[in-house]
C-alpha cells in the first residue's frame, strides 16, 4: 500500500514536471517579464537604431621624416537627429579631428563632416556625406520634467562595446560640469546609470523613449563608471542644434568689448569685469562706456567696469557670460557699471557676432 502511493506520488510529479518544461517551451520569454523589463526592452529596441559610433582620427608627421600618417584621435557614441544625415555628439568625441566615421547599429560606416562646433556646451553637429534613406531620428523629450527618481536609459559604445543599454535613475539636477572651452555648463542631469569611456555623445532616454540628455562625463578617481555620471540636458540641445546647423556656431548677442581676465580681476582684487576696450560701431562704443587707458609708461587708468546686467550681479566673467548667453540679437539690456567710483547705468540694443 506505502509503495503504492510513493510510486503515485513520484509519477504525478514527473507529470507536474514535464507539464512545466512544456509549457515553459512553448511560451515566449517576453511572457514573463515584469512591466519595468518590458518597458526597458521596448525603449532599447525603438531607440538603438538611432544611435551610433563615431570615431575621429588625425594626421600626425612622423618624428624623423616627412611622411604623414593616420592615428586615431578620439571615439564615442551619437545618435540621429534627423533623417537627412544629421548626427549629434560631444565636441570633445570629435575635436581636433581630420577625418570622421560614423558606424551605424548595423555596422555600415559612413565619412561625415562637421556642420557646427559648440565646445561651451561640450556638443556637436555631423553630417553623413552619404546618409542611407531609412534613418530613425530619436523623439524629443522635456528635460525640465525630470525629477530626482526618475527612470533613465544610457545607449552608446563604451570601450568600442557597441550598443550597450545602461538602466538607473535620475540621481540629481542642477549640477555644474566643465565644458573643454573652460565655460561652465548648467543645469546638468547626473544619473547613476552606468556611463564609461565610449558613452560619451550617446543618448540619455526616459521611459516613454524620448531623449531627455546627451551623455558627456563622468566623476570617477579610475576614469570608469563610478555610478555620477553627467548628461547635457536635451533642451540645450534643442537650443543649440539648430543654431549649429544654421550657422555652425552658437549665435550669441554681444556689446562689442574686450573683457579683462579673470585671472587678472582676481590679481588686482575687483569686483566685477573691467572693459578693457569698445570696438567702434557696436552697440558699447555707441552707448557711451569707456575701456581702461594707460597713462605714462606702466599706469593703467580702468573704465567701466560691469557690475550687472539687467539687475543680476556680475562678479566674473562666467557671470556676465551666462547672463548674456540667455539674451537675443536685437534685445535691449541694460548694463550697470562703475567708473572712476561713480555708478552708471547704459539700455544698449545687443547685436550679433560678426
Known amino acids: 500500500m506505502i509503495k503504492r502511493f510513493f510510486a503515485g506520488a513520484l509519477a504525478g510529479l514527473a507529470l507536474l514536471f514535464s507539464h512545466f518544461s512544456t509549457s515553459a517551451n512553448s511560451v515566449d520569454y517576453l511572457s514573463f517579464a515584469t512591466d519595468d523589463e518590458a518597458n526597458t526592452t521596448e525603449v532599447f529596441s525603438n531607440a538603438s537604431p538611432s544611435v551610433v559610433y563615431v570615431t575621429s582620427t588625425a594626421l600626425r608627421r612622423q618624428m624623423f621624416s616627412l611622411n604623414v600618417m593616420e592615428i586615431p584621435q578620439g571615439a564615442g557614441s551619437g545618435f540621429v537627429w534627423d533623417d537627412s544625415g544629421l548626427i549629434v555628439t560631444n565636441y570633445h568625441v570629435v575635436a581636433r579631428a581630420n577625418r570622421l566615421t560614423v558606424t551605424l547599429s548595423d555596422q555600415r560606416e559612413f565619412e561625415a563632416k562637421?556642420?557646427?562646433?559648440?565646445?561651451?556646451?561640450?556638443?556637436?553637429?555631423?553630417?553623413?556625406?552619404?546618409?542611407?534613406?531609412?534613418?530613425?531620428?530619436?523623439?524629443?523629450?522635456?528635460?525640465?520634467?525630470?525629477?530626482?527618481?526618475?527612470?533613465?536609459?544610457?545607449?552608446?559604445?563604451?570601450?568600442?562595446?557597441?550598443?550597450?543599454?545602461?538602466?538607473?535613475?535620475?540621481?540629481?539636477?542642477?549640477?555644474?560640469?566643465?565644458?573643454?572651452?573652460?565655460?561652465?555648463?548648467?543645469?546638468?542631469?547626473?544619473?547613476?546609470?552606468?556611463?564609461?569611456?565610449?558613452?560619451?555623445?550617446?543618448?540619455?532616454?526616459?521611459?516613454?523613449?524620448?531623449?531627455?540628455?546627451?551623455?558627456?562625463?563622468?566623476?570617477?578617481?579610475?576614469?570608469?563608471?563610478?555610478?555620477?555620471?553627467?548628461?547635457?540636458?536635451?533642451?540645450?540641445?534643442?537650443?543649440?542644434?539648430?543654431?549649429?546647423?544654421?550657422?555652425?556656431?552658437?549665435?550669441?548677442?554681444?556689446?562689442?568689448?574686450?573683457?579683462?581676465?579673470?585671472?587678472?580681476?582676481?590679481?588686482?582684487?575687483?569686483?566685477?569685469?573691467?572693459?578693457?576696450?569698445?570696438?567702434?560701431?557696436?552697440?558699447?562704443?555707441?552707448?557711451?562706456?569707456?575701456?581702461?587707458?594707460?597713462?605714462?609708461?606702466?599706469?593703467?587708468?580702468?573704465?567701466?567696469?560691469?557690475?550687472?546686467v539687467d539687475g543680476q550681479p556680475v562678479r566674473t566673467n562666467e557671470d556676465y557670460l551666462s547672463i548674456m548667453e540667455k539674451r537675443r540679437v536685437g534685445d535691449t539690456a541694460t548694463i550697470e557699471t562703475e567708473r572712476a567710483g561713480k555708478t552708471l547705468s547704459f539700455d544698449v540694443e545687443l547685436t550679433e557676432t560678426q
Open 114 to 308: 562637421v556642420v557646427g562646433l559648440a565646445p561651451e556646451r561640450d556638443l556637436a553637429v555631423l553630417r553623413l556625406i552619404a546618409p542611407p534613406d531609412e534613418l530613425i531620428e530619436l523623439p524629443l523629450g522635456d528635460s525640465s520634467e525630470l525629477s530626482v527618481g526618475r527612470k533613465v536609459m544610457a545607449i552608446g559604445n563604451p570601450f568600442g562595446l557597441d550598443t550597450t543599454l545602461t538602466v538607473g535613475v535620475v540621481s540629481a539636477l542642477g549640477r555644474e560640469i566643465q565644458s573643454p572651452s573652460g565655460r561652465k555648463i548648467r543645469g546638468v542631469v547626473q544619473t547613476d546609470a552606468a556611463i564609461n569611456p565610449g558613452n560619451s555623445g550617446g543618448p540619455l532616454l526616459n521611459s516613454l523613449g524620448q531623449l531627455v540628455g546627451v551623455n558627456t562625463a563622468i566623476y570617477s578617481p579610475s576614469g570608469a563608471s563610478a555610478g555620477i555620471g553627467f548628461a547635457i540636458p536635451v533642451n540645450t540641445v534643442k537650443e543649440v542644434v539648430p543654431q549649429l546647423i544654421a550657422y555652425g556656431k552658437i549665435l550669441r548677442p554681444v556689446l562689442g568689448i574686450e573683457r579683462a581676465s579673470d585671472a587678472w580681476i582676481k590679481r588686482n582684487k575687483i569686483t566685477g569685469v573691467p572693459i578693457v576696450r569698445t570696438y567702434r560701431g557696436f552697440p558699447a562704443d555707441d552707448a557711451g562706456m569707456t575701456g581702461a587707458r594707460r597713462v605714462g609708461r606702466n599706469d593703467i587708468v580702468l573704465g567701466d567696469i560691469i557690475t550687472g
